[in-house]
């Protein structure tokens, strides 16, 4: 039946519709209002705002994982020749473009520390690197103006390899020029390697320098591995909902989704596999200037959290996800592509708060505002992209072949 649908019933089927409107508006408003109340009650804590812009960070490292995601994937896309992704490949294009708002929402991050609130990172108090010998052998790296300079460099690659893909695949949706496809396969490998250093430096620089004595090679793979499996939830997510509102007719099918389900389950091994090698690693060592970070969140109350992050970000979905039956479902993918969402962001958590609060787990109003506000903002950008241009590039070479897609 896909490879039945004409160019016309393509088009009309890969049209978001005019009654996106509200929701663009609706979840803009929504993002902004939550962020003001978080805003109100992280100056009303009287810590420096220590709280909220730890919250603040735990949420953005957790949406920026959509549009980082989403890049490695159109990437990946043309650099293997795929064609099974091609009808979900505009809809991850346009959740990679959502770089310039990322830039924008950094800056809750980057001016307060450009004003001197060493709430943060403390590594940018002059006053606490003093003395410390660690600290002052980093400072060459871990210093503000150089942090500042990297995170401009990384928005600047991130922004134009975005910008540069969805803009050449929306030129074939008017041109249906194969000499286009050519062109993004051609920049795909460099692409890959780009995205592989800045993300990894982000990384190190926004996570794992909120706590500057401690390392890990390793670090920047843990959160690629993240990333993907948050761009594959929200992606499975993304699908069904559109396909609930009429869109994406046979463009999309179960053989996509039982796909989708299928990276879902491999990076869930993926993700369980780097997290228990840099714990391995660093327990079998056994130096405290590397374990003390591990121990922080496996005793007292993160005792908690740590297990609830193996039993539901890897042993639950990992089961759940082996059955071919649950990855062509619609309510199974639905249920674990929710629920590794969830715990997605439960990692961010676990990452980021231990560094204000070791012994207790202050989870509150706050975290949810940031939370919802971030993700009011970004869906709504998503939402608004969408509205340009068809839903799936439809005047793609290999689209007929990725309608036919049948899993063997």
């Known amino acids: 039946m896909q490879h039945a649908l004409t160019p016309e019933e393509l088009r009309e089927h890969c049209s978001l519709g005019d009654e996106s409107k509200s929701w663009v508006t609706l979840c803009r408003a929504a993002g902004v209002i939550m962020l003001a109340i978080a805003a109100g009650m992280g100056f009303a804590e009287n810590d420096g705002c220590a709280q909220l812009f730890h919250s603040y960070l735990v949420s953005y490292a957790f949406c920026l994982s959509f549009s980082l995601g989403a890049l490695f994937f159109v990437a990946v896309n043309h650099l293997t020749r795929a064609s099974?992704?091609?009808?979900?490949?505009?809809?991850?294009?346009?959740?990679a473009a959502g770089f310039p708002l990322m830039a924008v929402l950094f800056l809750p991050i980057l001016i307060p520390l450009l004003m001197g609130n060493h709430s943060l990172y403390e590594w940018s108090d002059p006053h606490h690197v003093e003395g410390d010998h660690v600290l002052e052998g980093k400072s060459p790296f871990l210093n503000v103006p150089f942090f500042t300079v990297r995170a401009v460099i990384y928005f600047a690659v991130w922004i134009t390899l975005s910008r540069f893909f969805l803009k050449n695949s929306r030129l074939q949706d008017e041109r249906a020029d194969p000499a286009l496809i050519l062109r993004m396969r051609k920049w795909s490998a460099l692409t890959i390697v780009l995205f592989a250093l800045t993300t990894t430096f982000a990384a190190f620089d926004w996570l794992m320098s909120l706590e500057p004595h401690w390392f890990s090679t390793i670090f920047g793979v843990y959160y690629f591995a993240g990333t993907m499996l948050a761009f594959f939830a929200l992606m499975s997510l993304i699908?069904?909902?559109l396909q609930e509102r009429g869109r994406l007719s046979g463009v999309v099918t179960v053989e996509h989704y039982h796909d989708l389900g299928k990276y879902l389950f491999a990076f869930t091994f993926f993700w369980g596999y780097i997290a228990f090698s840099q714990y391995m690693l660093i327990w079998y060592a056994d130096l405290p200037e590397e374990t003390f970070w591990f121990l922080k969140r496996q005793t007292g109350a993160w005792t908690?959290?740590?297990?609830?992050?193996?039993?539901?970000h890897l042993l639950v979905p990992f089961a759940g996800l082996l059955s071919r039956h649950v990855k062509r479902s619609r309510a199974g993918l639905a249920f674990f592509a929710i629920l590794l969402l969830l715990m997605h962001w439960v990692d961010m958590y676990w990452l980021?708060?231990?560094?204000?609060?070791?012994?207790?787990?202050?989870?509150?109003?706050?975290?949810?505002?940031?939370?919802?506000?971030?993700?009011?903002?970004?869906?709504?950008g998503f939402l608004s992209r969408l509205r340009a241009g068809p839903l799936a590039p439809v005047n793609d070479p290999y689209l007929e072949e990725s309608l036919r897609f049948r899993n063997q």
């Open 84 to 95: 099974w992704m091609i009808v979900i490949r505009r809809l991850s294009e346009v959740l």
């Open 239 to 241: 699908c069904l909902y």
């Open 304 to 312: 908690a959290v740590s297990v609830l992050l193996i039993v539901g």
């Open 352 to 380: 980021v708060m231990p560094a204000l609060h070791a012994d207790v787990l202050n989870f509150g109003i706050i975290d949810l505002a940031c939370l919802a506000g971030l993700l009011g903002l970004v869906l709504g």
